[in-house]
């Protein structure tokens, strides 16, 4: 180990930046060096994405120029992407150079999952990074324009969104409020647009709780959305899905919300992984490397009834400043924190005004639910950017 410990940080999302905004706070002057490795030089805030790719915001309203959140005096930031983790030899290999370090920090963040179903990684999009949702954006703009000269072409207004978690809710409620714009500027008739969410499990959003589920399927279904539940889509081709029901769906426009899996890095490297996440000791380590740490997406934790935890952001950024206090720890030898995370709650939007959520022993709907996520929303931006980035990105 080199005089001055070596600290690679990689990914700038949820888990990457609140380790490196913590270790920024906490190390002393030259105790460490710390690297933040991302393959944009922005960070982008994922729980705004659905907004964006609806078109109902402007994708810049949903990332952050990195050099605006880290002090760039303590923490190096290289504007690179990650082609493999090497742990046996402390290196990771950039796609323009290779770094060493002594300790790393995976949060790469999760990718989508198809499992395997023909067709989905060919012809459907997701709602993943600013790039899928300009993506998603324009796409769907340029259905309009299309059936506008062939009228005759009402797949180009049929809009699929395939899986009813969080991630399909929430953009299909974005959704359903740009179409009426849509057929504004396009002179559309509305009752020529058909949007679908379709879900293979036996009710949406499973395993949230079930008068929330059924309020969300309510307002969705008033804007205009067609619920296809305990249906799966067994294929996905260019001009539409296949049902497992045997149900053909002719749509231009495919949208994959149907799961998420952890970067295809963590299981390249050699690391064991279930479906690209890693199960980390209680220190948030990786099994058999004390210094490689995995937050985020690519980690697999589990509660006291041995169930995992479902993916999310405030996992994530929880993770992040316990792995900076554990890094802070192994550097001046003292023991290290077993990771405990403090859920919250879960808030999810359903389009302008209108969420649902719970948050403690609380249920919320409507515009009391609309206004903690913006309050959710706001904490985040205050935690990393302070007053001025709520200031610039919030919404009020
Ligand atoms: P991410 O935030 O995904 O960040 C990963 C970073 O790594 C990115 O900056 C990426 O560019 C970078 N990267 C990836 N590959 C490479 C590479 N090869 N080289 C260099 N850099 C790379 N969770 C909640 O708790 N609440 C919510 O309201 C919520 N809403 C969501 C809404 C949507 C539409 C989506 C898609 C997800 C939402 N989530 C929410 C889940 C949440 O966004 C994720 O759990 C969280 O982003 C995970 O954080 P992370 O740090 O692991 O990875
Ligand atoms: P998810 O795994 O939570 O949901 C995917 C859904 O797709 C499931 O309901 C699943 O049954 C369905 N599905 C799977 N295969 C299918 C098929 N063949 N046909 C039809 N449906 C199919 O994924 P997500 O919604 O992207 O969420 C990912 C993570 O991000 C989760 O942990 C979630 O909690 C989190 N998230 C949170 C929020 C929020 O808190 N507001 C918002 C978005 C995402």
């Known amino acids: 180990m080199s005089t001055v410990p070596r600290i690679v940080i990689l990914g700038a999302g949820y888990g990457g930046v609140l380790t490196a905004l913590r270790l920024q706070k906490e190390l002393n002057y030259n105790e460490a060096n710390v690297t933040l490795v991302n393959k944009h030089d922005y960070h982008y805030i994922t729980t705004h994405l659905h907004m964006p790719a609806a078109g109902t915001d402007n994708p810049e309203n949903a990332r952050v120029s990195i050099s605006k959140l880290i002090d760039e005096f303590k923490i190096d930031f290289v504007k690179s992407t990650v082609v493999q983790i090497k742990p046996q030899e402390g290196k990771v290999v950039l796609e323009d150079g290779t770094l060493s370090y002594d300790y790393l920090v995976i949060g790469l963040g999760g990718e989508s999952e198809t499992f395997g179903i023909p067709g989905l990684k060919e012809y459907a999009m997701n709602i993943r990074s600013i790039n899928s949702v300009r993506l998603i954006r324009e796409h769907i703009e340029y259905q309009f ?48 647009v058909k949007i679908y969410n379709i879900e293979a499990a036996p009710t949406a959003l499973p395993g949230f709780d079930p008068e929330l589920v059924e309020y969300a399927m309510q307002v969705l279904t008033n804007k205009g959305v067609t619920f296809k539940i305990a249906t799966a889509i067994k294929e996905c081709m260019p001009d539409g899905v296949i049902l497992a029901d045997g149900e053909t769906i002719k749509a231009s426009t495919v949208i994959w919300t149907g799961g998420i899996r952890g970067n295809h890095l963590v299981e390249q490297a050699g690391f064991e992984a279930m479906r690209g996440r890693v199960k980390v000791d209680p220190q948030l380590r990786a099994p058999g490397y004390d210094n490689v740490f995995i937050i985020g997406d690519c980690s697999l934790i589990f509660n006291d009834q041995g169930r995992p935890f479902p993916p999310t952001a405030q996992i994530a950024m929880q993770q992040g400043i316990t792995t900076a206090s554990n890094l802070v720890a192994a550097i001046r030898n003292q023991p290290l924190k077993e990771f405990k995370p403090s859920i919250k709650g879960t808030v999810a939007s359903l389009g302008k005004g209108e969420a649902i959520g719970v948050v403690g022993s609380r249920k919320l709907k409507g515009g009391t639910a609309a206004m903690m996520k913006k309050i959710i929303d706001m904490r985040y931006l205050y935690i990393i950017g302070g007053i001025p980035l709520v200031l610039k990105k919030g919404k009020f």
């Open 145 to 192: 324009a299309k059936f506008k000269r062939e009228p005759e072409r009402k797949d180009y207004l049929t809009f699929i969104v395939g899986g009813a978690g969080f991630t399909g809710i929430e953009f299909i409620g974005e959704l359903a409020d740009r179409i009426p714009e849509l057929c504004k500027e396009f002179d559309v008739d509305p009752a020529l």
